[in-house]
């Protein structure tokens, strides 16, 4: 069973509303990551937290803002989306952004489907 | 052309039979080497991960990489129903940002 907790697991949303989506994990992991996965698609990075810090954002619009309020917590605000911004949300987390470290692999949650309406 | 190409399917095999995956690549600053399984409306589940080329098994799962070809692959013996789902390959370079194969969907049929 995954480790990293995500809810809720759907949200249907209106273009106009505000949400939020939630990840946890409690592995004891540095490194904390968002994807956001399209049908038929593989996943996409959006963001990297690295001690609580964003390290990468990979230029994704602002009406995505994510939020690491702790190490073991990851949120992601949501406001004004696009229906095209309907798709599978991924939490993701790693021991820490360095890849010398044998099993500094990154493990996902099961996610959590949004739709916009 | 893409970093990592993977076929995208489907691939239908009997139960029983062995699957065969495989991704090529064309960043020779990739490192570290993943297999994913994810089932339908599901998050990634990590099967396996490899450094150095060769093979590394686990279970029913072998893992194979060859790093001078840029070439990974993954057996699954004896598959299972239970098998059917899209593998992802993924790699990583330096820090710890993954770049994804498009999948591969596999059907194991009973």
């Known amino acids: 069973d995954t480790e990293v907790t995500q809810t809720p697991k759907h949200l249907v949303m209106g273009m106009t509303n505000k949400k939020s989506l939630k990840c946890e994990q409690h592995m004891g992991h540095r490194a904390m990551y968002w994807y956001k996965q399209k049908a038929k698609k593989p996943p996409e990075l959006m963001f990297v937290?690295?001690?609580?810090?964003?390290?990468i954002n990979e230029s994704v619009p602002s009406r995505f803002s994510p939020e690491c309020p702790n190490s073991s917590l990851l949120n992601l605000h949501l406001h004004a989306l696009q229906p095209e911004d309907s798709a599978l949300y991924l939490c993701?987390?790693?021991?820490?952004?360095?890849?010398?470290?044998?099993?500094?692999?990154?493990?996902f949650g099961e996610g959590s489907w949004l739709t916009v309406v | 052309q893409k970093e990592v190409e993977q076929d995208p399917g489907p691939l239908s095999v009997p139960e029983g039979a062995i699957v065969s995956l495989n991704c090529t690549y064309s960043n020779s600053a990739f490192q570290y080497f993943m297999w994913y399984r994810q089932y339908s409306r599901k998050g990634p589940e990590l099967l396996m991960y490899t450094y150095s080329s060769g093979n590394k098994e686990d279970g029913r799962f072998t893992a194979q990489v060859d790093k001078s070809s840029k070439y990974i692959s993954l057996f699954i013996r004896d598959s299972q129903p239970s098998d059917s789902a899209t593998y992802l390959c993924a790699m990583k370079a330096a820090g710890n940002k993954l770049t994804f194969g498009g999948g591969t969907r596999v059907l194991v049929k009973p």
């Open positions: 993701a987390s790693s021991q820490d952004l360095q890849s010398f470290t044998s099993g500094n692999t990154i493990y």
């Open positions: 937290y690295s001690y609580e810090k964003l390290s």
